[in-house]
Each structure stands twice: as structure tokens, then as C-alpha cells.
């Protein structure tokens, strides 16, 4: 379902700005964002979540969850994307 997931690699999983960078340059229209940001190991996740944030809206996407984005897609949502929408977050364009 998702297809960014900067927590994978080491080298970028231990450096904020390697995983800023990541994201913001591997995210495309409808890409799904995997972070773990509520674990302990997540410190990094969480410390680059804003620069993130700010770096793919000035790239022109919103944020949607992945409900919304699967219903723009003509795709139902399965109960897992009903039920936790806070963590299921999705990038759309604007």
C-alpha cells in the first residue's frame, strides 16, 4: 500500500536530513508515506515530520488519508484505513 518508506534504509534512517531529503524526493502524486513516528525508535521520524511536511507542500501536495486518496482512485477502503485514519496519511496533489 505505501511506497515511501525511508525507515528501511540505515543510512537514511539515522540521519534527519538524509531522511527529509528522501522523502521529499521520492514522494509522487498518491504516494503513501510509511513512518513510525509512535515507536521510541522513531525519535528521527519524528524530528523530520515538520521539515517533511513544509518540504512537500512547497512541492504542491496536500495531505489526505488513505481512504480519501483510495476513493479518488475508484478503490474501497479497506477497515484498517476507516478505523485509523491518523495514522494511515496519504500525499495527493493540490
Not at 22 to 43: C, D, F, N, P, W
Not at 61 to 75: M, N
Amino acid at each position: 500500500m505505501w511506497d515511501v518508506e525511508p525507515e528501511t534504509y540505515p543510512e537514511i534512517a539515522e540521519d534527519v536530513d538524509a531522511f527529509v531529503a528522501h522523502v521529499v524526493k521520492q514522494t509522487r502524486s498518491g504516494s503513501i508515506v510509511l513512518m513510525h513516528v509512535m515507536y521510541e525508535s522513531g525519535a528521527i521520524s519524528r524530528e523530520a515530520l515538520p521539515r517533511i511536511v513544509t518540504g512537500l507542500r512547497e512541492r504542491g501536495f496536500e495531505f489526505v488519508t488513505a481512504s480519501e486518496l483510495l476513493e479518488k482512485r475508484g478503490q474501497t477502503p479497506n477497515s484498517d484505513c476507516q478505523t485509523h485514519p491518523f495514522f494511515w496519511k496519504a500525499v495527493s496533489p493540490l
